[in-house]
């Protein structure tokens, strides 16, 4: 494209934004020219900043009188109210925060290698990630229990690398894996609601069936697939091909339905061609069809895969449903009473408000699936997710406006239906491009409307420069009182998509290991095959080229302080933590080896490495666990 045009359109889209802050109803979708530049992140940024809906004070103006509402300071020594689940997105990790503080508590490392911790280094964690280094987080979401979080098990995406992980939230450590097979780009997930059942996991982009060469460049062919992964085995179980992309991913509260937003209906594979419709569809998944699919054998296989597929690709069908929604659909969202499914417009400056219980009649063919939506109030220019504060009201991420828009459902549906009423309640500036919003409990039944977080892509201007890469900004805006009042500017590395915040007394991680933990487990495994008990054995076994050392820590001690092996050798150090106090992590580092993991109380760990030239090489332990932690090492003596 040339500069002037791009100038031109980019004009375009400015002036757009300016004339008419207050009118969304003058906004109709994106124009084509407009969207075209407005699809890349740099062009909105850049104008969406300015001005735009300001209905809110600035933020740092305290104006007079204003109401108190909740304090986010939360003094020393005191805890949090909430857990925050953040994805770290290109970070490949998970991160923990306290909420009102925002406080970041701690990362886990999942997709990604982490220094600190050994991930990606020491041997559970390489077998579980097969070679891997990176990955892409942007989905959060717990296990449930009749609609709300039981506590046990956090599940994330990664979109680089099409697979779902699990944390246990016992330890707050990954235990399993998968890959999903016959998919690109993973990106929605979500856990069925009722219990822990599916986890379902959306395929963003199109790919051939199977994609070993054949259907190149014959993008008609090309599908997604829409998988159930057994949140207790974590194994896949069976997949949905459609001809569509799928975007993000919700269940309902009951078990019978899974959601997918489809914003390339076109099967387009370029920017214009994703756009070129007005309308694209929300994919809703019959689970009971799903499965009756399944145990009738009615399911293809894709290539050599065992998992076996059902093709919903030749239109609506017991199994799969489209609901036209417009245009280039992102989130959807279910309202914490389980009625509503919300699907977030993007290209479109409205919200689809689809009505769970009219589903099956569409199913049944007694309406046309189109009939299922009942409002589709307009939001602002660019609307992304959708949370909930429990009291009806939908607050919905408006990308390009940089705002938060908070509307009323009952009031949208009735002006959906003819009534001369305004769903929108408020719009409060965020800072800046705000992607995902999430609110306190807001995907469980026991949605609070307390807390209220806007997790924006730019930051800008907001915090001191560091740099060209800023942090983005996750906002806290408190939800209590008349008027959403921002309170916090939380600085974020890249880059959280989402967040889930969960009351904290649902969250109860062990204060330390217990010796159940698949990694002890993993590591018992081997030291069983030499004869040897971890918890109580100091030793060398060599195998050839293979050395195993077991060596267990009290502070500030290693149990062997020193032990030897030749140069080229295979050396597997295990090192078992016997302090049985919480907070008192030992870890293991051999220098110049590029060896270094924690082990943390009562737990234990392992790490493989090929020992270097002779020498003396010193081992110590890394993490800060006693007056004599600087003694707490030993030498690593190797022959020629
Ligand atoms: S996506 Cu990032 S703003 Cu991956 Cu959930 Cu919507
Ligand atoms: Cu153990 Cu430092």
Not at 34 to 60: H, Y
Not at 92 to 99: A, D, H, P, S, V
Not at 369 to 386: F, Q, S
Request: charged share 25%.
């Amino acid at each position: 494209m040339s500069n002037d045009r791009k100038t031109q359109i980019l004009d375009a889209l400015e002036s757009e934004h300016r004339d008419a802050p207050e009118n969304s109803a003058r906004r109709g979708f994106l124009s084509a020219a407009a969207a075209l530049i407005g699809g890349g992140a740099m062009a909105w940024g850049m104008t969406g900043c300015e001005g735009g809906t300001t209905t809110s004070a600035p933020t740092g103006a305290t104006p007079a009188h204003e109401p108190e509402g909740q304090s986010i300071h939360v003094g020393p020594g005191k805890l949090d109210d909430y857990y925050g689940f953040w994805s770290g997105g290109q970070s490949g990790e998970i991160r923990i925060l306290g909420i009102p503080s925002m406080r970041e508590l701690k990362r886990i490392p999942v997709f990604n290698r982490e220094s600190a911790t050994g991930w990606g280094r020491d041997d559970w964690s390489k077998e579980l990630l097969k070679g891997t280094s990176s990955g892409d987080t942007h989905h959060v979401h717990l296990s449930y229990k009749d609609g709300t979080y039981d506590g046990r098990y956090i599940f994330v995406n990664d979109k680089a690398q099409a697979r779902l992980a699990r944390v246990r939230c016992s330890t707050m450590e990954v235990d399993a894996i998968v890959d999903l097979p016959n998919s690109q780009g993973t990106h929605g997930i979500f856990p069925q609601r009722h219990k822990t059942g599916y986890v379902f996991c959306n395929a963003e982009f199109r790919i051939p069936m199977p994609n070993d060469g054949r259907d190149l460049n014959d993008p008609s062919k090309y599908g997604a697939m829409h998988t159930a992964v057994d949140g207790e085995s974590m194994e896949v179980k069976w997949q949905v091909l459609v001809e569509g992309n799928m975007d993000l991913c919700a269940t309902d509260y009951e078990g019978k339905y899974s959601f997918a937003t489809c914003y390339n209906s076109e099967g387009g594979v370029t920017l214009e061609g994703m756009m070129a419709a007005d309308q694209d569809w929300l994919y809703v998944f019959n689970l009971a069809a799903c499965e009756a699919a399944v145990a009738a054998g009615e399911t293809i296989t894709v290539g050599k895969g065992k998992v076996p597929v059902i093709d919903g690709r030749a239109g609506d069908s017991a199994v799969v449903l489209r609901i036209p929604v417009p245009k280039s659909p992102h989130g959807v969202n279910v309202s914490p009473d389980g009625k509503y499914a919300v699907v977030a417009g993007k290209l479109s400056p409205t919200c689809s408000v689809i009505d769970i219980s009219r589903i099956a009649d569409a199913f049944a063919g007694k309406i046309k699936p189109r009939d299922c939506v009942v409002a589709e109030p307009e939001l602002g220019l660019g609307p992304l997710h959708t949370a909930f504060d429990g009291k009806g009201n939908g607050y919905t991420s408006i990308f390009i406006d940089s705002v938060m828009t908070k509307w009323n459902i009952d009031k949208a549906i009735r002006q959906f239906a003819g009534e001369d009423v305004d769903p929108i309640i408020e719009k409060v500036d965020v800072h800046y491009q705000v992607g995902h919003t999430n609110a306190s409990m807001s995907e469980t039944k026991d949605a609070d409307g307390k807390w209220l977080v806007a997790l924006c892509k730019f930051s800008k201007d907001r915090f001191l420069n560091v740099g060209p890469l800023r942090p983005e900004n996750d906002q806290l805006i408190d939800m209590t009182m008349d008027k959403l009042k921002v309170v916090h500017d939380g600085p974020a590395y890249s880059e959280p998509h989402d967040c889930v915040i969960v009351k904290r007394d649902l969250i109860n991680p062990l204060k330390v290991m217990d010796r159940k933990d698949p990694r002890h487990e993993y590591c018992q495994a081997i030291a069983a095959k030499d004869g040897v008990d971890l918890l109580t054995t100091n030793k060398v076994v060599r195998e050839g080229r293979k050395v195993r050392v077991y060596i267990t820590s009290i502070a500030p001690a290693f149990g062997l302080s020193d032990f030897e092996v030749r140069s080229g050798d295979e050396v597997q150090v295990f090192v078992t933590n016997l302090d049985n106090v919480e907070d008192l992590s030992h870890g293991f580092c051999m220098v110049n080896h590029d060896v270094n993991m924690l082990v943390n109380a009562q737990g234990t760990n392992s790490i493989t490495f090929t020992a270097g030239s002779p020498g003396v090489y010193w081992y110590y332990c890394p993490w800060f666990c006693h007056a004599l932690h600087l003694e707490m090492r030993g030498r690593m003596l190797v022959k020629a």
